[in-house]
Structures are given as structure tokens and as C-alpha cells.
């Protein structure tokens, strides 16, 4: 059996913006190993000193880019395949049949419970079903008119599926106004309209196998990003029972086996956590569950081997990514010179350790400005 300090890791989607998380937590782990696969030869992570082979393939199709895994597997002799975004994990589910090792493979849902969780519209459904609280609302197709739907004000818009970060989130007060958005917007997707909750946003963060919680964190945030629906760039971690509960029965009710990060929002009328939506991947803010107390790729890769560990507790604690901390600093000049803070609470130690990613990265925009100027 694979210990702790000798375990090959192949992440296969690393053109994910999302690597550089996942990279800071697995190198946490001494002797494992990361290998990387990436359709993005001018992928800055390659400079990462964490990363033990860095292997370029051209974007192809979803047979090809398996077949690709398979010859990664055979030639660094790999204990886990570890996907790490959406597009990545929803084709390793469809074509696993594929995969000539199948016991390599990591914690993943079945198909059918993973287009579940993505797709806002089942969700909202099987949310329905399973009894969890949630917002209620109604899908809109392609073509369709909002004209029959009894819709409360104020209501949410979002895609169905396929964006993120709060991409494609609108509020709107007023039926007049929803009604010209799908007139006047020409769209080829569902869009689900959503009862908008007054309260405030909250987050639960897993690791599960065959619908029991290995490992969680729950964040909130604290410092806004761009808008309302963006990411936050300050958090603060803490414990709830009550939502802790919700996210149980929902994992339970998926027999979910993998990671997501749930997203929630308090009610403050019903006095309820709801569930709003999964994301069944890794999260921007996986360094701070991290420097929080839990890493959870590594526990990742643990689980997938069939070993145990005793489920981590994790700290309250605050912080803040880069953006927040420059943010933070400006409202509050003498953050920058609280550097015990700086260094145990926000991802700056990590960008230290490993410079190279980020000055590529850097002189990368900074030319690419330069010559949109002259151009």
C-alpha cells in the first residue's frame, strides 16, 4: 500500500487556472510526486519547482486526450489520476471504461449524479425531491417566454451550467425587466430563474466517498471582489452545525464520491441555510482550506488509495487572497505592515517559495499590454 511520502499524482487537466492551488497543497506533502498534463505549452506552471514532469499535449478529442492519460499512466507509473476542473472530471466519468487502469483513478461520481449537480436546473429539481432547502424557481428554454412562470421579486438569472465565478448572474426587480432580457438577449442555453434571497452568502467546501463527508471547511466571505456574484477575496473560516447538516443529507442524497464546494446562502426570513449550487471541482480559495487545516488533495489522493484518516478539524481564521490583501491595504494602510498576518494568512508564502510561475506570468501581461498599446 501507498504511503503518505511516496505517491504519483497525474493531474491531467493542468491548463486549469485552478493548478496553482492544487499545486501549493499537494506540495505540501514531502516525496509526492505531481505530474502534469496540459494542452498550453506557454503554461507558467510548468516553471513550478513542485512539479516533478510537466507534459504537453495538443488539444484534441475527448478519446485522444484519454488515450494520452493512458500513456502518462504506463510511462511514470501513477498511482492517481486526479482531474481537477469540470471539463476534465466529466470526461474521465464518460470514458472511464477507456482508462486501461481504472483503480487509478480517483474519487468520482457516476455520470449520472455528475450532470445532476452541475446543471442548476436538476439540481434545483432533486433538491425538490430530497427535501433540502433551497430557492425555488422555474427554467426557461431556448426560445421560450417567461410570460406563464410565476416568478418572485426580486429574482435571479443565471445559466444553467457552463459558467462560473458569477459569470452570467443578473438581479432584476420587476417582471418588465425580465421579460426584455429574454427578448432583447438571443440565448442558445436554459437559464433558470431563481428567488432572490436576502441574507448573505456562505460556503461548504468536501471531500466525500460513496456519499460520506471525509473532510470539510466552511468559509464566508468577508471582502468583496468585483461584484456581488464574483468570488470574495477575503474569507473567514467557521464551524455551523445546522448548515453542516444540510450539506450531509445532500451529499448523502448524491452518494457524491469526490470533491465539490457548495454554495449557500442564509435566509434570513426563513432563518435557513439553502443550497444554491455545486461545484464539482476545485475552488479558487483551495489555499486558504489549506492554511485553514485542511489539504484537500492530499486527503484526496489518501481516500482514492483506500486509506484512512481521521477527519480534520480546521481553524477560524481569516484571509485573504493577493487581491484582497492589496485591497485590504488600501482601506487599511497599516495591513501592510502586519507581516505575521500576511505571511500565515494570505497565499503570499507560497508565491515566494515558488517565484517562477508568477514572474512568467507577469513579464507575460505586462508585454501582451504593452504591445496592445502599439499595436
Known amino acids: 500500500m501507498k504511503t503518505n511520502n511516496n505517491i504519483s499524482v497525474l493531474i491531467p487537466d493542468g491548463e486549469s487556472h ?41 488539444k484534441t ?6 488515450y494520452n492519460i493512458n500513456k502518462e499512466l504506463i510511462r511514470y507509473d501513477i498511482d492517481v489520476v486526479m482531474p481537477i476542473f469540470e471539463d476534465g472530471i466529466r470526461t474521465i466519468i464518460k470514458h472511464e471504461n477507456l482508462v486501461n487502469n481504472k483503480s487509478k483513478l480517483g474519487l468520482l461520481p457516476s455520470f449520472s449524479v455528475f450532470n445532476i449537480a452541475i446543471n442548476k436546473g436538476c439540481l434545483a429539481e432533486h433538491l425538490k425531491t430530497n427535501n433540502l ?28 451550467e457552463g459558467f462560473g465565478g458569477g459569470m452570467g448572474i443578473k438581479v432584476f426587480n420587476s417582471k418588465k425587466q425580465i421579460d426584455h432580457f429574454f427578448d432583447e438577449n ?19 467546501s468536501v471531500l466525500c466517498k460513496n456519499g460520506e463527508v471525509l473532510a470539510y471547511t466552511i468559509q464566508k466571505g468577508n471582502l468583496l471582489g468585483k461584484n456581488e456574484f464574483s468570488p470574495q477575496v477575503g474569507l473567514e473560516f467557521l464551524h ?26 442564509y435566509d434570513k426570513h426563513d432563518e ?14 483551495l489555499d486558504a482550506s489549506l492554511i485553514s ?33 492589496i485591497k485590504k491595504i488600501k482601506i487599511k494602510k497599516t495591513t501592510l505592515f502586519n507581516f505575521k498576518f500576511i ?30 498599446k502599439f499595436s
Not at 187 to 203: A, K, S
Request: charged fraction near 20%; proline fraction near 6%; hydrophobic fraction near 40%.
Open 18 to 58: 485552478l493548478l496553482i492551488y492544487v499545486v501549493n497543497c499537494l506540495a505540501q506533502i514531502k516525496g509526492l510526486k505531481i505530474f502534469v498534463m496540459s494542452n498550453k505549452n506557454s503554461n507558467p506552471m510548468r516553471l513550478s519547482r513542485y512539479i516533478y514532469n510537466f507534459s504537453f499535449f495538443e
Open 240 to 265: 455551523n452545525e445546522e448548515l453542516y447538516k444540510v450539506v450531509e443529507k445532500l451529499m448523502k442524497s448524491l452518494n457524491w464520491s469526490g470533491i465539490a464546494h457548495i454554495d449557500m446562502r
Open 61 to 66: 478529442n475527448e478519446i485522444d486526450w484519454i
Open 186 to 204: 438571443k440565448f442558445n442555453y436554459p437559464y433558470l430563474v431563481q428567488d432572490y434571497i436576502e441574507g448573505y452568502d456562505i460556503d461548504c
Open 133 to 160: 432547502p433551497h430557492p425555488k424557481g422555474v427554467v426557461i428554454l431556448p426560445g421560450a417566454t417567461t410570460s406563464e412562470k410565476e416568478i418572485k421579486l426580486p429574482a435571479l438569472i443565471k445559466p444553467m
Open 343 to 372: 505571511i500565515a494568512n494570505t497565499p503570499l508564502k507560497f508565491a515566494i517559495k515558488d517565484p517562477l510561475p508568477m514572474i512568467y506570468k507577469f513579464i507575460w501581461r505586462t508585454k501582451n499590454v504593452i504591445l496592445a
Open 272 to 285: 435557513k441555510f439553502k443550497v444554491i449550487e455545486i461545484n464539482t471541482r476545485y475552488w479558487v480559495s
Open 293 to 325: 487545516g485542511v489539504n484537500f488533495p492530499h486527503l484526496y489522493c489518501l481516500a482514492s488509495l483506500n486509506q484512512n484518516f481521521i477527519k480534520p478539524d480546521y481553524k477560524n481564521i481569516e484571509y485573504l487572497n493577493l487581491k484582497g490583501l
